[in-house]
């Protein structure tokens, strides 16, 4: 199974999928944390990748997305984007659209408390 057949099925087989640096309890970097967080304080239940215990994933997931950066959520198998994709999504609504339309649960009244804390 080459790299990007291990990247395709998690993403296609974990409805939110979010390669990191580090893992949702512990990240290593501030803008996978910023995601993270926001996807633990939404609630949403998601698989963490770390591409630090693994540089063939970390080089992998660049050019399965053909974006050059980490973090990067996946939703039900499509790449949403990179933190400040997720913020501005996150601060719009289109997040809580998104999640909504891709029947992931997660807390709307959390999802609200974010956008009132940065309005």
């Given amino acids: 199974m080459t790299v990007a057949d291990t990247i395709k099925q998690t993403v296609t087989t974990n409805n939110v999928v979010l ?3 580090g893992t949702k309890s512990m990240p290593q970097c501030g803008f996978s944390s910023r995601v993270a967080g926001v996807l633990n304080f ?6 963490d990748v770390n591409v630090l215990a693994d540089e063939e994933i970390r080089q992998g997931i ?3 997305s053909d974006w ?4 990067q959520l996946y939703v039900k198998g499509e790449f949403v984007g990179g933190c400040d994709i997720i913020t501005e999504m996150m601060l719009s609504g289109e ?3 998104l999640f909504t339309a891709s029947d ?4 709307k009244a959390a999802a609200d408390k974010i ?3 940065n309005a």
């Fill in 115 to 117: 956008r009132e804390a």
């Fill in 62 to 64: 660049k050019d399965y």
């Fill in 68 to 71: 050059p950066t980490v973090p």
């Fill in 95 to 97: 997040l809580d659209t």
């Fill in 42 to 47: 939404m609630g949403v239940e998601f698989a």
């Fill in 104 to 107: 992931v649960a997660f807390d």
């Fill in 19 to 21: 390669f990191m640096k």
